[in-house]
């Protein structure tokens, strides 16, 4: 069984960074797709950043347009973890954030929004 325990998130300033973690535990992370949602009150989930590993270490990243630019996925394999650097954040891009976990990687893109496994969501709030 997989699980995904996502942290990070809090209330910042525009212009300000966040970098929100999600640790796996239950499976490996690469030949898998790993990404990071969110949700917004009101609105429609929308995926915002994708990572697929290979066993050489080589990763295929895939961003939103939204957020090309301003974050980046990344993986830790020794730590089992996918972290989202976040920066110059926009009072958009406040949502709850959910990692999720896709085993074998099947359709992993920058358009993937539906995953087999999700973390609980960690809430980000971009806001002066």
């Known amino acids: 069984q997989v699980q995904l325990v996502e942290s990070g998130g809090g209330s910042v300033q525009p212009g300000g960074s966040l970098r929100l973690s999600c640790v796996v535990s239950g499976y490996t992370i690469n030949y898998n797709c790993i990404g990071w949602l969110r949700q917004a009150p009101g609105k429609q989930r929308e995926g915002v950043a994708h990572?697929?590993?290979?066993?050489?270490?080589?990763?295929?990243?895939y961003y939103a347009d939204s957020v090309k630019g301003r974050f980046t996925i990344s993986q830790d394999n020794a730590k089992n973890t996918v972290y989202l650097q976040m920066n110059s954040l926009k009072p958009e891009d406040t949502a709850i954030y959910y990692c999720a976990y896709e085993p074998y990687g099947a359709g992993c893109s920058a358009q993937k929004n539906e995953y087999q496994y999700w973390g609980q969501g960690t809430q980000v709030t971009v806001s002066s």
């Open positions: 990572i697929y590993t290979f066993g050489n270490g080589v990763s295929r990243l």
